[in-house]
């Protein structure tokens, strides 16, 4: 039987829900209102200023948003590769958990944990540490808090999995050459574990621009990042072609970024 | 990892915890709040009472949402595993031109962002009609759900060793007994495990249908707008359902992919 003939119901299905549509998406960007070619709309994309400023806000966010994830998901895949294997298992499914739960359960979760009222301000006031609570939510802190804890284990998987795969050889050889633990940890592990780490915060940033719903909840209208512009585009004031502009630039980033990552992926593995 | 035992050991420890911590942390607060008396998001909650899912069950729009959202994850992860079953069977099995680029098409709405799948379905569906309408809601949640299908069951069809399916050939069975006897007994386990997969990813999606389910209400879609508008504690215990679900299912899918002898990495 021909290999095409299993792949075809699908490969119809598939072009027709999602190819299509997405090449429907890259043509009305060039597609005037008259009818023929234009670039009319990309020029006008080009040329607000608004559109640039939540562009700004997004690769202020999403960089944010990935260094922290750096700074808290390297200590912790570090921690994890240290434990027994029990407690590894434990922990890798842990990890695995949260990201199968809702991603709106997760965000929500925030509104509670940070609201005036909420555990972190009350604890603080509580202890004498604040007068007045912090406001952590309807900002940029608030969003970057959420996409950091819904994007750790993006990073801390693949990262776990690199340090596990380091041989125990190369730091026991270094140790006997009379290097210290802190040489040791430089000047071996952490250079093996640099690949990893670098695809882990690429894939991370790519979903970071793509990000919607976090900062819809936890930004209320107050940030904007480009998902809730295209959602305003769409939904609120019908500029169809333009929100097609943004998401073809959003994809063409996105893709370069991900040949990146792929490269990255491939030498870490 | 003999690095560590040397090398700050202790704040490792601490920050590793920590992490773990700020990682699970909605989770753990959530579950709680859903059992509150109070109607204020106070932490810890005033008192023990069942009214937030009182109020969900007794809520005619909250029922409905459910409906729809069960029977739209029926429908889309049933037509997700049949035609991506059949698909990453053919892509294991047989040669053909393309064949790698084929199974690209397949895992890329993994990777192409999901807004963007969005604005793309909401455009081409209002070209062609399909917007807000239920076929075309199940035909996103179809097409969102492939990639999960294809990516387990690919793994499960390369591990099953196909000497097997040559032998009942040989031995003069059909292609369609070897299929019903031979192949689908062997990759039952990973099968079910790519379903609920592909019906959580379904139950859970909001910003595509958002986009593109018009006036049907889902679950997450509810939730969402809710949330937008104002914070209701009904949404505690809606969220604390959709852990108990999540964690049920996960516990099913590791059960039948241990007992079946594979956890597919690519499949967290």
Known sequence: MNGLAFVAPLLLVMIGAFNAPILYMLALGFW?????????????????????????????????????NVLLGYPLAYWMSGLRPTGQLVAVALVITPFWISILVRTYAWIVVLGNAGLV???????????????????????????????????????????????????????????????IFWKVFFPLTVPALGAGALLVFILSLGFYITPAILGGNRVSMISNLLDKLI???????????????????????????RRLDRSAA | MTGQETFGRRSVSVVGVAGMTFLLLPLLIVVPMSFSSARALAFPPPGFSLRWYAAFFGDPRWMDAMWISS?????????????????????????????????????????????????????????????????????????????????VLGVAVRDFDQRIEQVAWSLGASWLYTMRRVVLPHLAPSAFAAWIFAFIASFDEVIVTQFVAGTYDTVPKRMFNELILEINPTITAVA??????????????????????RWPASAL
């Open chain 1, 32 to 68: 005037s209102k008259a009818g023929g070619f234009t670039t009319a709309h990309y020029a006008a994309v080009f040329e607000a200023s608004v559109y640039l400023k939540v562009l700004a806000s997004t690769l202020r966010i999403s960089l944010i948003a990935t260094v922290a």
């Open chain 1, 121 to 183: 301000n009350s604890s603080l006031l509580a202890l004498g540490v604040i007068t007045e609570p912090i406001r952590f939510l309807y900002n940029e802190l608030g969003v970057t808090i959420g996409m950091a804890n819904v994007l750790l284990p993006f990073l801390v998987l693949p990262l776990f999995a690199a340090m596990v795969r380091i041989d125990g050889r190369l730091l026991q050889a270094a140790a006997s050459l009379g290097a210290t633990p802190a040489t």
């Open chain 1, 235 to 261: 939904n609120e004031i019908p500029r169809w072609e333009q929100a097609s502009v943004i998401s073809t630039l959003l994809l063409i980033v996105t893709l370069v970024i991900f040949a990146l990552y």
């Open chain 2, 71 to 151: 029977s739209v994850a029926l429908l889309s992860s049933w037509l997700a595993l049949a035609l991506g079953g059949l698909a990453a069977y053919g892509l294991r099995r047989t040669a053909f031109r393309g064949r790698s680029m084929i199974e690209a098409n397949f895992l890329a709405p993994l990777i192409v962002p999901t807004i963007i799948v969005a604005v793309a379905l909401y455009l081409g569906f209002a070209r062609v009609g399909l917007l807000g309408t239920y076929v075309g809601l199940v035909l996103a949640h179809t097409m969102l759900s492939v990639p999960l299908v294809v990516m």
């Open chain 2, 240 to 261: 604390t359902l959709l852990i108990g679900f999540t964690l049920v299912a996960l516990g099913l899918v590791a059960l039948l992919l241990r007992r079946s002898g």
